[in-house]
């Protein structure tokens, strides 16, 4: 999922997501940007539709994307303190350099 943020609103350049969680399970999944919510569509390795908040944030060499799930079928997290400590809510953070092949932002060690 490629995400740009234009004009102060989203723009989802991909509709589609795949995650491979701690646990090892691999998620695919249709997304849509709803309202403040990106919504998961599942294609294998959810339960249901999951309701999402997300906070994509900017440093000099990187993007960051905070991104809290709730539970499949189920309303998304009110917060991402709520989100960590929900049974059945997840967060994850996700970051990637801003510029591909620079000497300040890289992740290979």
């Not at 695919?28 to 999951?50: E, Q």
């Not at 967060?91 to 092949?101: A, G, L, N, R």
Request: aromatic share 8%; charged share 15%.
């Amino acid at each position: 999922m490629d995400i740009l943020l234009e004009n102060g609103k989203l723009n989802l350049l991909k509709k589609n997501v795949t995650i491979t969680n701690p646990s090892g399970v691999k998620i695919v999944a249709n997304v849509a940007s709803i309202g403040m919510y990106l919504t998961l569509t599942p294609v294998s390795g959810l339960k249901g539709k999951v309701t999402t908040i997300w906070q994509l944030s900017f440093g000099p060499e990187t993007k960051v994307l905070t991104w809290a799930w709730g539970t499949p079928g189920g309303k998304p997290p009110t917060s991402y303190d709520s989100a960590m400590k929900t049974t059945g809510n997840t967060e994850y953070v996700f970051t990637s350099c801003i510029k591909k092949d620079t000497a300040i932002c890289n992740f290979d060690h």
